[in-house]
């Protein structure tokens, strides 16, 4: 079984940033993609960025790319969303999510475990 618990969260002003930090534990298999969703209210969860184990590459959403940052730390089984310059519309609960595939993927039925979500609220 695989657990993801995320954190950092909170509420920061429009231009500022926060770092999200998601401790995985579990089969590491599973853990080769990493990723991170958003989902506002009323909206579908949709993908913001991830990253693959062994090669480090890194996908992004047009609309956080050149202010996001995704990272792993692979001994320690911790991926980091470095967040700057943030927008209101940035405002959601950010989940983390993992696959055990080393391909690119951005559908969340594509991803094989969740953690609960980290709340980020962005005010004007």
């Known amino acids: 079984q695989v657990q993801l618990v995320e954190s950092g969260g909170g509420l920061v002003q429009a231009g500022g940033s926060l770092r999200l930090s998601c401790v995985a534990s579990g089969r590491i298999f599973s853990l080769y993609t990493m990723a991170w969703f958003r989902q506002a209210p009323g909206k579908e969860r949709e993908f913001v960025t991830s990253?693959?184990?062994?090669?480090?590459?890194?996908y992004y959403a047009d609309s956080v790319k050149g202010r996001f940052t995704i990272s792993r730390d692979n001994a320690k089984n911790t991926v980091y969303l470095q967040m700057n310059s943030l927008k209101p519309e940035d405002t959601a609960l950010y989940y983390c999510?993992?696959?055990?595939?080393?391909?690119?993927?951005?559908?969340?039925?594509?991803?094989?475990?969740w953690g609960q979500g980290t709340q980020v609220t962005v005010s004007s």
């Open positions: 999510a993992s696959r055990g595939g080393l391909s690119y993927r951005a559908r969340p039925d594509e991803y094989d475990y």
């Open positions: 990253i693959i184990r062994d090669s480090g590459s890194t």
